[in-house]
């Protein structure tokens, strides 16, 4: 299991009203996370960890 992602946000899919599908590129590799869609305002364009 994973504890957490810190990297670079490089993606945003907001198709679904409950859920937000984010790109984090974390050391060359790129993850995609579902997280909530209440989580959308607090996220920057810069790094960000989850």
Known sequence: MINYLKGIVTGIDKS????????????NLGYEVQVPARL??????GEVQI
């Open 16 to 27: 679904t009203t409950n859920r937000v599908i984010l790109t984090i590129e974390v050391n």
């Open 40 to 45: 959308l305002p607090q996220l920057s364009s």
